[in-house]
C-alpha cells in the first residue's frame, strides 16, 4: 500500500482547531473530563518561542498540573489493559514508561505523542513544552511530519480522557466500536510518514539547512527553485555536503516602516540581472513578471510556496510582524537580510510589549542571512547588529558623515550613505568598504518617489542599493539602473501612489500609526506646495481588529494636515476571526468622527466631518463634492487594509472611473 503523502503546508489551515463539537470516533464520551479543546499550527520556520521549524500544538485541560503524575501512571495501567486487547499497543507501551512524569518539563499530551513518534522510529527532533499550573499548554515540535502530529495527538488525548473518565467513574468508558475505530487510527500511522531510511536522510537535511519537503509515495523534493531535485527513496545525494548548489539567492526585507518601498526598489534594481525572481509584497506575489496572488502575500505561507517553485533563479520576500508570529522564518538560509527600523508600531498586540520586543521578533528576519543591512540611525537596529558578527554586517545612514561612514567601514563589511550639496540636498550614494569609498552613485535624474525623492524614501532607496551591491547577484550599469527607478500605481499601489485627474489628485496610502502617517504628511504637504492644492479631503477606514487607541491616533495625525473627513465602514471587518468584540457594525466611523469632532473643538476649527455606511457611499459622495468644490483638490483615501484585494481594486477602479468622467 502506497504510504499517505504528508499535507503541504498550502493545503492546511494556520490552526486548524479540534474542540469537543468534532471529536475524532474514539474520542466521543469523556472528552470534557480532560482535554477539552486542542489545536495544531502550521510552522514555516523558527519563531521567537521556538529555535526550528516545526508545528505548534495548544491545549486546554481540565486537570490540574500537580495530578498530571498521578493521572499519567493511571494512564499506563489503563493502556496496559488495552494492550490485551490489542497486542501491537506493546511498543507505545514500552516507549511511554520511560517517561518521567516529575520532570519539569512534562506534558501528558506531548509525552503520548513523542512515544508514538519513538516507537516509529522517527529521528528525534526536538520539542519545548510551555505549561500553565491550571493545565493550559502550550508545546512546539519540529516534527515534520504534520499527520503523525495530528494522528497521534487525537490517539493520546482519546487516551488521557478515557483514563481520567475511569478514574472518576470508575470503570474505562469505552465501547468496543470505539475501541476498534481507536486501534484502526493508531495501525494506520505509519503509513502517514516515510520509511525509517527515508525519515534519516529527511533529518540529515534538516541538520544541513536544506529546504525539504516530502512529496508521499517514497519521493522528496530537495533545495529551492531551479537547483531543486527529487530524489526516491534515500539515495546517496552529494549536494548534501554542499548545500550551497541546493540553495537560490534570497533577500528579505523586514522592519516597522518602508518595507514594500524597500522590496520594490531592491526588486527592480535585481529583475536587471535577467534572472527569474520570485517576489512577495504587501500587496501580491510574483513569479518572474507574472502576478500568480492578490493582496497581502509577505507570510511564510507565500515565500514557502514560491521556493518550490522549479523556475525560480533567485527570490525576494518582504517579511512582518504577523507572519514571524504565525508561521516563523520560512527559510533556513538567505543571502541579504534588511531591517530597516524598529518602530512603535503594532506595540501591545500578541504579546509584543516594547521595541526590544518588536526588533527580537523582526529579528528572525535576519536570523539565516549571511549579510545584514541595518540602519545606523535606529536604536534597535544597533542592538541587534551588536549580536552578529561584524564582517556580516553592513550599516546606511542617510544622515552620517564621511568620517563615520569610513570607519564603518573598516569595522563592518560595509557601509552606504549620501553625499550632500551646500543645501543638504542629495547629490549621490556612496558606498563604503574596507575605509574607503566603492563607488559614488549619482542621483541626478532619480525621483522613484512619483517624482518626490523625499527623505524617507532616500532611506528606502539606500538600504535598497546597499541590499542589492552586497548581494550575490552582480548588477551591471549602475549609472541607469538608478534613473529607471519607478514607484508608482503600477507597482507600488498604496503607499502614496498618486492618480492625477484634471484639477484633482487622487492618493491613495496605507499608513495608519503617527510614525508612518508622518511620513505621509511630508508627501501631501509637498505634493500640496507643488501643486496650489487648494482643498485637501481625506476618506478613512479602519478594521475592526484594531485597537481603538489606534484609530485616535490615526485620527489624531491626519487632523494635522487635511481639511476634511470622510470617515467609510467596512462592513466585513467586523465578521473577521481577528475583530475585538468592543466592536459592533458601525461603531468605527462614529469612533473616528467623535475624535475629529473633539479635535475640532479643541483647536477652534470647524473641518468638516461625514460618516459613510461603505466605499460604495463613499465613491457618491465624492463624485458630488469634487464637482461642488471645483479648483485644485487633493483627495486622500487612506485604507490601511492591503490585504482586502476588492476594495482596494473598486478604490483604483473609481479612480480610473473619475478619470474618465473628468474627460467627458
Known sequence: MPKKPQLRPNDRTDDR??????????????????????????????????????????????????????WWNAALRVLTRMQASHAPLGGWLEQLRASDPEREDFEPL??????????LGVPDYPMQARI????????????????????????????????????????????????????????????????????????RLWGKGVTWQWLGENRTRIGEGIRQVTVEGAPDIPQIDDPESLHIPIYTVTGSVGKTTTVRLLHQLLQSTGKCLALTASDGAWIGTDQITKGDAIGGAGA???????????????????????????????DVGVMLNIQAVHLHVDGIETLEDMADLKALGLLPARVAVLNREDTQCRR???????????????????????????????????QRGEMGEPQSLV?????????????????????????????????????????????????????????????HLFRTSIHRQGDVIFVLDKAAEDSSLSVLQDAIEEIARREGIGRRIVAMCRAAGEHPDRHYESARSLFRFM??????????????????????????????????????????????????????????????????????????????????????????????????????
Open 17 to 70: 482547531k479540534h474542540g469537543d463539537s468534532q471529536p475524532p470516533p474514539a474520542a466521543q464520551g469523556p472528552a470534557a473530563f480532560g482535554y477539552r479543546d486542542w489545536t495544531i499550527s502550521q510552522r514555516f520556520g523558527p519563531t521567537s518561542a521556538f529555535a526550528w521549524s516545526g508545528y505548534r500544538v495548544k491545549a486546554e485541560c481540565a486537570v490540574p498540573a500537580e495530578q498530571w503524575p498521578a
Open 110 to 119: 506531548a509525552a503520548g505523542w513523542r512515544g508514538l513518534a519513538d516507537m
Open 132 to 203: 500553565r499550573t491550571d493545565g493550559a499548554s502550550a508545546w512546539f515540535t519540529a516534527s515534520p511530519y504534520g499527520d503523525l502530529l495530528e494522528l497521534g495527538v487525537r490517539l493520546t488525548r482519546a487516551w488521557l480522557n478515557w483514563t481520567l473518565a475511569a478514574r472518576q467513574l470508575g470503570q474505562l468508558p469505552v465501547k468496543a466500536e470505539q475501541f476498534r475505530s481507536w486501534c484502526g487510527v493508531f495501525d494506520s500511522l505509519a503509513q502517514a510518514i516515510p520509511d525509517s531510511e527515508v525519515m534519516q536522510l529527511h533529518h
Open 304 to 334: 514557502h510556496a514560491l521556493l518550490q517553485d522549479p523556475q525560480i533563479e533567485a527570490a525576494l520576500f518582504e517579511q512582518g510582524r504577523g507572519g514571524f508570529l504565525k508561521q516563523g522564518m520560512p527559510y533556513a538560509h538567505s
Open 384 to 418: 541587534i547588529g551588536d549580536q552578529r558578527a561584524p564582517d556580516s554586517c553592513v550599516w546606511f545612514s542617510v544622515n552620517a558623515g564621511s568620517q563615520d561612514l569610513r570607519a564603518l567601514s573598516e569595522q563592518f563589511l560595509g557601509a552606504a550613505g549620501i
Open 431 to 491: 558606498i563604503w568598504r574596507d575605509g574607503r569609498p566603492e563607488r559614488h552613485l549619482s542621483l541626478d535624474g532619480v525621483a522613484p518617489y512619483h517624482g518626490l525623492l523625499g527623505e524617507k524614501t532616500l532611506e528606502e532607496l539606500l538600504a535598497a542599493v546597499a541590499a542589492a551591491w552586497f548581494g550575490p547577484l552582480p548588477i551591471e550599469d549602475w549609472d541607469a539602473r538608478l534613473p529607471a527607478l519607478r514607484l508608482d500605481s503600477e507597482n
Open 563 to 664: 481639511d476634511e473627513f470622510v470617515c467609510f465602514d467596512r462592513p466585513d471587518t467586523y465578521t473577521t476571526n481577528w475583530a475585538l468584540p468592543i466592536y459592533e457594525p458601525g461603531s468605527i466611523p462614529l469612533l473616528l468622527r467623535d475624535e475629529l469632532q473633539r479635535l475640532n473643538a479643541e483647536a477652534g476649527t470647524n473641518k468638516p466631518v461625514t460618516v459613510l455606511p461603505d466605499w460604495a457611499a463613499t465613491e457618491e459622495f465624492l463624485r458630488k463634492r469634487i464637482a461642488e468644490l471645483g479648483g485644485k483638490t487633493l483627495v486622500l483615501i487612506n485604507q490601511p487594509s492591503t490585504g482586502v484585494y476588492g476594495l482596494n481594486e473598486s478604490i483604483v477602479d473609481f479612480v480610473a472611473g473619475q478619470s474618465a468622467a473628468d474627460e467627458r
